[in-house]
């Protein structure tokens, strides 16, 4: 069941020093390719770092939540050219998504790390970083990083007492009458 893997999903951020299998990271790439879009319009594309000096500059990305990057098997960086679709953040954003559950699915942890809006230091952006890092040309946006790897951290699941369930109305906003 759906359900089970969203039960026991985490964000992971410490990682085994294990490769991933290359059949886990075909599907990985299936699972990014195979994110919808609005109209098909299919403004993402993807650049699989699994470079170890790439990942190391990539964990300097922005000055936190990004360093744990250098431990990583692997990072997903998730960038779309805007001029192809209006709606391409909540394009870039589902796909970021199924990147990181396929990954649960598998056995891998992974986590999202932001980077369109972050800074890289006072006068840089994250975003002119990663792609003068990766040579990605001057007309697409970066959106994330993902960071993948095995776990090398189990956090349990959020249990199910634990959910905002007061952020949830039936039929009229503030309404909890079934
Ligand atoms: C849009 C978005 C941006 C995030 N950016 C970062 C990030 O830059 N660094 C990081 O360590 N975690 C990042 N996270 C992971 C969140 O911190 C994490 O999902 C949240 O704390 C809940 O924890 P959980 O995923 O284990 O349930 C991001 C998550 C989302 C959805």
């Known amino acids: 069941m759906f359900i089970e893997l969203l039960r026991s999903r985490r964000s992971i951020r410490r990682f085994q020093e294990k490769p991933i299998e290359p059949e886990k990271r075909a599907l990985l790439e299936e699972a990014a390719l195979r994110s919808p879009s609005s109209r098909d ?60 559950l396929a990954a649960h699915s598998m056995g891998l942890g992974s986590c999202w790390i932001q980077i369109r809006k972050r800074a890289y230091n006072g006068s840089n952006s994250s975003e002119s970083y990663v792609r003068g ?41 503030g309404s909890t009458k079934k």
């Open 133 to 173: 890092v990766l040579g990605v040309p001057e007309k697409y946006t970066v959106l994330s990083l993902v960071a993948v790897g095995y776990p090398a951290e189990h956090p349990e699941g959020h249990p199910q007492t634990g959910l905002p369930c007061d952020k949830l109305f039936i039929n009229r906003y």
């Open 41 to 100: 319009l299919n403004p993402w594309e993807f650049i699989f770092i699994d470079d170890r000096e790439t990942l190391e500059k990539l964990s300097r990305s922005k000055p936190h939540g990004a360093g744990f990057l250098q431990k990583a098997a692997l990072a997903v960086c998730v960038i779309a050219d805007p001029e192809k679709c209006d709606i391409w953040i909540e394009d870039c954003s589902i796909a970021s998504v199924f990147i990181h």
